[in-house]
């Protein structure tokens, strides 16, 4: 049985989250398209989903993986992201960071590189195991 590393989310940030669903960039959208409905390995993926006291762009339950999108909003603001990523992998999360740009001019090689790093989590997981 795998434990889940969410809090209760406060109503504030379900609201926001459903804001941003609502608010969703181009590269997110793109991205979703492929995330969407188990069409990427058959994972099963959230959009603009909150883990207190956050709000992440993707998270698969599954793979223990939270996908962030960073464009130009994030410029300046690395130190804050790092921040951020140290705080969801304690959750027991691996974070995977794209560019926009990459979303929007290769995504085919997004989509290949998200699998690479779910199939290396499911690899290190097996060897962990006694």
């Known amino acids: 049985m795998s434990m889940r ?3 209760r989310v406060s109503e504030t940030t379900r609201d926001r989250a459903i804001d ?3 608010q969703a960039t181009q590269p997110e959208k793109l991205l979703w398209s492929i995330l969407c409905d188990r069409q990427l ?6 959009r603009q989903h909150p883990i ?8 698969c339950p599954e793979a223990k993986l939270v996908i962030e999108l960073d464009g130009e909003s994030h410029n300046g603001r690395e130190a804050y992201d790092a921040d951020r990523s140290k705080l969801l ?3 027991g999360l691996n974070v995977m960071r794209i560019t926009n740009d990459d979303v929007l001019t290769n995504l085919d090689g997004v ?3 998200i699998l690479r790093v779910v199939r290396t989590g499911r ?8």
């Open 5 to 7: 590393p969410l809090k």
């Open 20 to 22: 941003l669903r609502k």
């Open 41 to 46: 390995d058959g994972l099963k993926f959230r």
């Open 52 to 59: 207190e006291p956050f709000i992440v762009d993707f998270y």
């Open 89 to 91: 992998a304690k959750l």
């Open 111 to 113: 989509a290949e590189g």
């Open 123 to 130: 690899e290190n997981r097996r060897e962990s195991l006694p």
